[in-house]
């Protein structure tokens, strides 16, 4: 496999799929068909306390996807800068391994028939787990009397402290079950969020070998974030130096290159078909930039 070849095939693809997503994905707030699921899950969203939900909560759940999708898109740029003739040999694999894991939890949320009431608690566990994260942070900082450079950066750990609270506000305002769990893997009326592992696993079932075990691309990637040897030696090749002496180099295989952004991109593709079929979005446009990235992996041609 040609390094030079496989460099362009995977520029253009990556060009290609970003700007189908910035054009589909890119609108501050995603618009639903009528008819959709999503359409279903706004007119009618739920009743708590205070009477009906109204459009909030849906509408958050799609912000918090939109959102997460905008980082998979900046890890695909990510990719598209780096990738060259001359490139980092580890960096590849990092990016891909952030955009796959965003994509997961995206692909959980986006589930579609699972209706409101499940997606808004599938949110509400997304935004609890990260505020209580936010929070050890921020506890963790106070603690250690760390300096954190002013008002500003006080604010951010004091709004960083209260997160959880408005959370847990909101989980009471909607007439929904107080979580249970773990305190960092909460349980939200039975919704639960995967470990990593088994999100990717999940969310890459449809695609990988039917007798090969779902987390093992998971497995592959975070072994080299892990600084996992067996990982590691992925980028070690055998070599002779000048004086015929047996050697090894760091590189990166150009095949390792080309199955990690192919991976990535499938990623995206996965998830944003969960997200067409609850948006009710049509098939044209992401029918044309799939035959678009197959044509680019076949001849090598954008």
Known sequence: MNHHRVVLENRAALQATIAFGLRELGTPQWQEAAGSEASVEVADAGTGPAGPWGQNPPRTAYA??????????????????????????????????????????????????????RRVCRELV???TSARRAGQVA??????????????AGSAVGNALQQEGRVLQRIADLGISSPTGRRYEPVIEGEQ???????????????VPANAPPDFVYRTYSAITHGEVYGLMNFMASGVSSSGTPLLHWYLPPD??????????????????????????????????????RRIYRTGRP
């Open 193 to 207: 969020a995967s470990n990593a592992t088994d999100a990717t696993g999940a969310m890459l079932r449809a695609v």
């Open 64 to 117: 918090a996807a939109n959102l997460m999708m905008t980082g998979v898109l900046d890890n695909l740029a990510c990719l598209h800068q780096i990738l060259d003739d001359a490139m980092p040999v580890i960096g590849p694999t990092i990016v891909a391994r952030s955009a796959i894991e965003i994509a997961s939890t995206v692909w959980w949320l986006m589930e579609p028939r699972i209706g409101v009431r």
């Open 256 to 293: 390792v290159l080309d199955s990690t952004v192919q991976v990535t991109i499938t990623a995206f593709q996965q998830t944003y078909q969960r997200i067409r079929k609850v948006m009710g979005w049509g098939f044209l446009a992401g029918d044309l930039w799939e035959a678009k990235v």
């Open 126 to 128: 997304i935004s609890l």
């Open 139 to 152: 506890s963790g900082m106070q603690a250690s009397g760390y300096q954190t450079g002013g008002l500003q």
